[in-house]
Each structure stands twice: as C-alpha cells, then as structure tokens.
C-alpha cells in the first residue's frame, strides 16, 4: 500500500526559490511543447530527436523526465471519454531519484535535507524540511519511495513524498459493519455509535466565508481536519468488514436514477464523502479490515424493520415508517439499510435467496 505526504519547502532562501521557479518554467515549457507535438501528429510516442532537438536549458535526463510526463498527461486524456480541451501541464514536476533525494538532517533543527536537480547541471540545491506529527509514523515505519513530486500553490512550494508499506492481510474474524455518511453527524454505523456531530458547524462556517478568501481555505482546512480525526476515532478492532454507499455508482439516466442522485447529493455533502469515504478506505488496507461497497439505493428512505419504502419516512433525523411505525434516528436505520444491503448480496452470490428480504420491495 502507499500513501503520499505533502511537505512544505517553505524554508528555502531566495536563490533556491529562484532555482526552483527557473527549473519548474523551463521543464513546463517542454512538457507542453511534447504535448502539443503529441496532440498534432496524433500519436503515442515522441522520437528521441524530436526530445534532443527541443532547445531548452533542461538537461538530456530532465528533457526525458518531461516527456515521460507529456506522455502519461497525453495518455490519460486519449483514455478519458469526456475529451475537452488539449491538456495542459499542471505545473507540478514529477520527478524520479536522479532528480530529487531525501536524506535525514544530523544535528539540526530541522529534519530532512531534499536535494534537487536544478538547471546548473552538478549543482543540486539543498532544501530543509520538517517533519510533523502525522508524517513522523511515515518516514519511522514506511519505506520511503525515490522521488517526488514538486509543486507550487501560488508562491509556496511543497513536495509530495509517497511511502509504502506491505498490505496486511484480511482479518477472518469480527463484526461486518454499515456506515452511513450525514450532514447532521458525519458517521453513523449500524452498531449504533455515532461519529463526528461538529459536522454541521463547520460546513455552516465554509459556507458563510466568501469563496476563496482566506478565512474560506482555513475553514475547509478545519473540517478536512475534523474529517480525517473523526475516521481515525472509529474502532476497527473488533472488525472484519466494513460497508459503505459508493458514491461512483450512481448512473443518471432513468427518472428513478435522478431523484436517487438527487438524494443523494443532498444527503452526502459531495465534498465531504470522497474524503471520508477514502479514508476509511486506508484504514481499513492499513488495519487487514475488508471495505466493500455498495449500490445507493435507498438506504435513507427503507424501513429496516418492514422494509417499506417511502420518502416521507424520513422526516430530517427522524425515521418513522408510515407503513409500521417503527421510529429510530434516520442516520442509523440507514447504516442498517447499508449493511442488509450488503448482506442481502452475498447470500444472492451464495444462491441462498431469502424470500421477502425486506429490501427490495420495489
Ligand atoms: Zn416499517
């Protein structure tokens, strides 16, 4: 498994700054000027002359980086279905261990040296870093990958460093548990515990920040924070599996299809269920826990008990059924409606189809 860790180079002096903007403005201009020769022939591959002959202050070893990356961009465009615009370089240079390397930093105040490639060929800068408190674990017990990728947010640069580790196996023992993501509380499990209820309040406060002032970055910055802690605070002990709503999966063709959509996005904040849904995910590689997923479908509208669908059954965090009765928090009977689901679909696999399963009654 890996994982990439972002690291700020926020502590290099001007000159390397400088550097740093010369390397990355010479290497956009061959990564676009590969792309635009890819995109006009049409084709997969750039010869060798047409890499040497580009004129650029770029080493032959960074021109060969660039194209590497002109091609993957190009790559990825050609496969994706929803072509638009030819693509452009994003800026962030990804570069392999001849161009950057991390070494530990004896006896000083920071932690790690990052030692890169600049234009001036044998005269590679040396940037400090600083570890933090969540990246710690990382560098102690991961294996550091060679390479990284460099990036700038207007004038801040950061380095991206990915760590890998071996996948523990699957655990054979322990509870299968549904989760169910809201807006009230950010999990509910079909366990009954409930995780993260300062949702609310911080999706309030991005809201009432003006789009892309600072105060707004801080406030996203806060609740990406809450997000990861509170999936850190579920307890995977005692657990096998866990089951989640797969957001992907919704297609949009049919009326039904739409309004599930529909349910969908307002009952999952869109920006905070990729978050949360992919964190889970990590814990669950990092703990051997299976994570399965499953289909939307209906899971907030479902009587758990009788299996009765209908959408005013749900009535904000309440859940009362107009068919039994039966009354509970709507977050929870959801994450039960998730697990059944789940359930449900394995025993069909099984071909042990159990009559009146509750769930599919329409
Ligand atoms: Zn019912």
């Given at each position: ?244 709503e797969n957001i992907k999966n919704i297609k949009r063709n049919t009326?039904k299809e739409r309004r599930l959509r529909k349910e969908f996005r307002?009952k999952f904040?869109k920006?905070?269920y ?20 499953i289909d939307p479908a ?65």
């Open positions: 498994m890996k994982r990439t860790l972002k690291f700020s180079l926020g502590l290099a002096n001007t000159n390397k700054i400088e550097a740093l903007k010369e390397l990355s403005n010479e290497y956009k201009k061959a990564v676009n000027y590969f792309l635009q020769i890819l995109s006009s022939e049409n084709k997969h591959i750039l010869r060798e002359s047409e890499v040497k002959s580009f004129n650029s202050s770029l080493s032959y070893r960074y021109k060969q980086c660039a194209k590497r990356q002109a091609m993957k961009i190009w790559k990825s465009w050609r496969r994706n279905k929803k072509k638009g615009q030819i693509p452009e370089f994003d800026g962030a240079l990804i570069l392999d261990h001849r161009f950057i390397k991390v070494e530990k930093a004896k006896n000083s105040s920071f932690d790690y040296w990052v030692r890169i490639a600049i234009l001036k060929k044998g005269y590679p800068i040396l940037i400090p870093i600083k570890s933090y408190d969540y990246a710690n674990n990382y560098f102690d017990n991961w294996k550091l990958v060679n390479g990284g990728r460099l990036s700038r947010e207007d004038d801040n640069w950061f380095l991206l460093l990915t760590f890998e580790k071996e996948t523990p196996p699957k655990k054979k023992e322990g509870k299968i548990i549904g989760i169910d993501i809201g807006i009230k509380k950010l999990m509910a499990t079909s366990e009954k515990e409930f995780y993260g209820k300062d949702i609310e309040r911080l999706m309030d406060k991005i809201q009432k920040k003006q789009q892309g002032s600072k105060a707004f970055k801080r406030a996203i910055k806060e609740r990406d924070y809450y997000v990861n802690k509170t999936a850190k605070a579920l307890s995977l002990n005692n657990l096998k599996a866990i089951v989640m009326k307002s904040q920006w905070t990729p978050l949360l849904f992919s964190r889970i995910n990590q814990l669950c590689e990092i703990n051997g826990v299976h994570f399965f997923t209906w899971t907030s509208q479902t009587c758990n008990k009788c299996g009765f669908v209908h959408e005013l059954n749900r009535c904000g965090e309440i859940f009362l059924c107009r068919n039994c009765g039966y009354t509970q928090d709507a977050d929870y009977n959801a994450s039960k409606n998730i697990l059944k689901t789940y359930l449900a679909q394995q025993s069909m696999v099984a071909g042990n189809i159990k009559a009146n399963n509750g769930i599919f009654v329409h």
